[in-house]
């Protein structure tokens, strides 16, 4: 054992100073378990956020490009007042090409094609301004997985069957087996039966998706053998963007990914990652500086025994290993203390705190990744604070020490 | 004269007061240690005693002069080849024992040898205990230095003095913090170590009584050596 010398003082030294090597110990458990509880917890938190947002809808959206305006150049005449040309609803040229030319490109999981647009429903007397979602159900289901959400009755639109959500049912007055009539702009009417209520954990889209199959919903919405938009799920949430940025450079359709059209969520997300590292950093600085500040006092109080130890013949660098030994030990007993504490915090937290539905609102689980990189960066940090008492230890005169 | 363990050379050790004025401490010490000697070092305080100790003892470095320890010159050379030759040719014992508060007797003793690096502990264990026996504290090896009275501190860090077995040993006023009784044993177990090992000694002392006790005797005046002979004639007044 070549560092035997400096574990067997590092140790004894340790356990000399019992009280300060609790406090420090204590310390730097404290702060392991600070930081992994946060990371955890923020980290869950915002996985279960995103997922909920995403889950009922699609991660990019294609959309035929606007119809605009454009002002006539070098004419006597102009017009003083240009205003926006009135939008309706329109199929994207050629979208097989599209869907093939995003089924191809990586990163892209999903590919769906849906016609949609406004109708009203009516049953009896009672009538309500929806969104009918003509869809393909293979295609549409690895997008916003359908069946999970499932109340009553099967996600089945063939034929002239519909699905609708749970509180669209309610205001109508409907269930399984009834019929319900469509009426769209131009006053094309179609009779739907419901087979199915879906609740998708949202109010609104509950009150306003009807699904149809893609066929009836083009030809209802005057589309025929078009889609008003090409939904699609990628694999790495992230890249959402820069699909949808790349995508549109190649087609110049109008494409839109979920972290633009949810901006203000994703700003909230990474300015509440910005806090978390923040309090990381100033935890890692605190949890150094009392490190130090500890070994700085023993460094001090031990004064003479490593005038003496020197006087042995003990070598600088010897001294040094002791002090940074001592460090390393810190760091490395308070993260496997930190973590168990941490453990500990999370699932009495998610015994705690649960979704107002009453699930569980985050697992008390622990990522190994994230419990690995904390020991490795409390022991760096507990050698790197000890590194100011060592040299200073080190550097001690031995006359000096003795004689003090 | 047998082979000297101890050679000084016209030392000189000059301290920097301020910035610019320099006081010299030791003015030329010349002095030969034979060895297997047993030699006192007395003199008033403030004369100089404990920096030629240091500078014996490889603690301090002397400004001009030769010291030569075993043979081997001191000067020119790092601070870690310093520690080595302290750490393989000198013992200290100090006024204050300085024995490490969280270690046992035997631990104590050990220190040099764990310090070094020991290749086999068990053989490292039984030297440390024939050395604690012959300090006449076999039974106490287990004991902290806290649960040890002044007298027996000072036998362990005699003990430990000669855990690497040194050709010489430093002792800084041994007796100084012991009564009467205490310091004359002290004294004799440090003699029959000199005469039985031919180990050499340079004890430090106050107590002109236990100097003449000494085979030789070295006194320092304002930083000189005396002749012997004045030293004599001194004790006589």
Known sequence: ?404 | MSTPILELIDIRKSYAIGTSVETEVLHGINMTLSSGSFNALTGPSGSGKSTLLNLIGLLESPTSGTLRINQHDTQNITDAELTKLRGQNIGFVFQFHHLLPAFNALENVMMPAIIHQYSDKQAATTHAKSLLSAVGLADAWHKKPSELSGGMQQRIAIARALMLKPPLILADEPTGNLDTHAADDIFKLMKQINETQGITFLIVTHDTKLAARCQNRYHLVDGALTHPEDFASENLN
């Open chain 1, 1 to 404: 054992m070549p560092l035997s010398f400096e574990w067997l003082l590092a140790i004894r030294f340790l356990k000399e100073g019992k009280m300060q090597s609790w406090l420090i110990l204590a310390g730097v458990t404290g702060g392991v378990a600070i930081i992994i509880f946060l990371t955890q917890l923020i980290n869950q938190l915002q996985g279960t956020i995103i997922d909920r947002v995403l889950s009922s809808q699609a991660h990019i959206v294609i959309k035929p490009t606007e119809e605009t305006t454009i002002r006539q150049q070098n004419t006597l005449i102009t017009s003083a007042l240009i205003q926006p040309r009135g939008q309706r609803l329109r199929s994207i040229d050629q979208w097989e090409n599209i869907v093939q030319l995003a089924r191809n490109t990586p990163g892209i999981k999903a590919v769906s094609p849906v016609a949609t647009g406004p109708v009203f429903v009516r049953h009896n007397l009672a009538s309500k301004s929806v969104a009918l979602l003509g869809i393909m159900p293979t295609e549409y289901t690895k997008i916003v997985n359908m069946y999970r959400y499932m109340v009553k009755g099967r996600f089945d639109i063939t034929g002239d069957q519909t699905v609708i959500g749970t509180d669209l049912a309610k205001d109508l007055g409907v269930t399984i087996g009834d019929r319900i009539q469509v009426t769209t702009e131009d006053n094309q009417q179609q009779n739907l039966t419901i087979v199915g209520l879906f609740d998708i954990n949202n109010k609104d889209l509950n009150k306003r998706w009807v699904f149809s199959n893609l066929r009836l919903a083009q030809t209802l919405l005057n589309i025929p053998g078009g889609v008003s938009n090409i939904d699609l799920a990628v694999v790495q949430l992230f890249q959402a963007k820069q699909l949808a940025q790349r995508l549109k450079a190649q087609t110049g359709l109008d494409i839109e990914s979920w972290m633009e059209s949810n901006s203000g969520l994703l700003n909230a997300l990474s300015n509440q990652t910005v806090t978390n590292n923040l309090i990381r950093v100033f935890v890692v600085i605190i949890v150094a500086l009392g490190i130090a500040s500890v070994l700085v006092v023993s460094v001090v109080q031990k004064q003479k025994e490593i005038g003496i130890l020197r006087a042995m013949g003990a070598k600088r660098a010897q001294v040094l290993r002791i002090f940074l030994l001592q460090g390393a030990i810190f760091g490395t007993l308070g993260s496997t203390l930190g973590i168990s504490l941490s453990f500990g915090l999370l699932t009495l937290f998610s015994l705690i705190y649960k979704s107002p539905d009453g699930s569980m609102l985050f697992t008390a689980q622990l990522d190994p990744k994230l419990a690995i990189m904390a020991s490795i960066v409390a022991m760096i940090v507990g050698i790197l604070a000890a590194l100011v008492p060592a040299r200073r230890a080190a550097r001690m005169d031995p006359v000096q020490a003795i004689r003090s």
